[in-house]
């Protein structure tokens, strides 16, 4: 039987321990929905670029902050939104998973996983915004990133921690050059993120294929906004990508993120903007277009070793209309870039792929990171092709031409098919360098041009079976010094005299 003063002890101790847990909740209403944005009134309280939640769980961003409403763009279908709808706070910027749970895996924008993998077992996470690194932290890129291009490595190099511009019209390689950067990087230690915007799904679901192939998805991550997606995540996508390849970057390490294409991801900007009411500018962008991708590119940089010594190189794409880099969108992405390899649609046409205009392209940093053998095997290369080119133009309209303009013609002509070179068929630098070097010193010059294809894999062969010490040599010591050049001249002269033999001329 108890007794009433110990139920009265039990009470009061109990009355004792309660706390009152009153919690407050922001919560808003929608007013009016359509297009992937809703306008709602309440929140007063949420951030700038805040995750918020819907009552159907999708989720959105507030993306603008009004006076009597917040403008939010929805992450997903708006179909089960309604008028009145209750929108709640996550209290929470936008962030994404990171970290090499990412490795190998297919994710959209929120880093949610579009394989068949399962759930992404990420530890970490970074915010998609950020501040880039200032001047103080950075140092000046001087490490090479090597593409397995002969034509980008020799005359447009790029360096760890640049950001080098990839442009073009459709269909002339873009995606390609992004594609072989990612395949030489096996080994290196570069982890690699894809950003797809607006792609279509099977475009996206071949590149991936051949990724697995190639044994490459082992360092890659894809994150993937397809052009069935809404806008809100095309727009999200490249800030996504970024913010994985940062988690590399602040710990010492090195990543690589490809931007394809960033035209597609103004164009969402662009209708998110003026759905939302924002005024339009030149062709109807907003007047922030251009710091809409200047605060993406501005995330890549090389740190000093005192911060870890990481990087983050980036190669943003744009697709031209008609060859036209002088429209807004390029020439904006073209400021803010350290160089651009410039793609041309009649170069792609007429067999020379890659098609890279080399007297419109540039590395305004890379030539500093660039291995001291190929600054001396390829130190004029970029020039000669240039003149080569305008030479060639210039014979076209004249019938006799002088001995040494036609030398200097049929030189230009090797060294145009000697720099051919097919997709995934990447070159490590040793074959590059004696490549180049085997063109430039005219041992190319009286081979048929169908040959020089034909001679460039046998030197390789030749090379690496019967003077493998040259080779093991420009390797090792990256410097081309007065030994390796009178062994590789031997070497060469030795392996055309058999070539001639075998092939005639």
Known sequence: MLKPEEVTSAIKSEIQKFEKRLQMESVGYVLQTGDGIARVYGLDDVMASELVQCSDHTYGIAFNLEAN???????????DLKEGSLVRRTKRIVQVPTGNALLGRI????GEPLDSKGPVPAKTFRPVECVPPNVVRRQPVKEPLQTGIKAIDSMIPIGRGQRELIIGDRQTGKTSIAMDTIVNQKGQGVHCIYV??????????????????QEAMEYTTMVVASSEDPAPLQYL???????????????????????????KHAQAYRQLSLLLQRPPGREAYPGDVFYLHSRLLERAAKLRDEEGGGSLTALPIIETQAG??????????????DGQIYLEADLFYAGIRPAINVGLSVSRVGGNAQTKIMKQVAGMLRLSLAQHRELAAFAQLSADLDQATKNQLTHGDRMVEILKQDTLACVPLERQVIAIYAGNKGYLDDIRLDLVKTFEAELYKFMETKYSAVVHDI?????????????????LSAFKKEFLTRHGN
């Open 324 to 337: 036209d880099i002088a429209s807004y969108i390029p020439t904006n992405v073209i400021s803010i870039t």
């Open 196 to 213: 797809a915007v607006g792609q279509k799904l099977s475009s996206v679901v071949a590149l991936a294929k051949m990724l697995e192939e």
């Open 237 to 263: 996508a490249p800030y996504a990508g970024c913010a994985m390849g940062e988690e590399y970057l602040y710990n010492g390490k090195h990543a690589l993120v490809i931007y394809d294409d960033l035209s």
């Open 475 to 491: 390797v090792k010591e990256k410097v081309l010094s007065e030994t390796i050049e009178k062994r590789l001249i031997e070497a």
């Open 107 to 110: 994710v959209n924008p929120l």
């Open 69 to 79: 409403n917040v403008g939010i763009v929805i992450l997903g279908s708006d179909a």
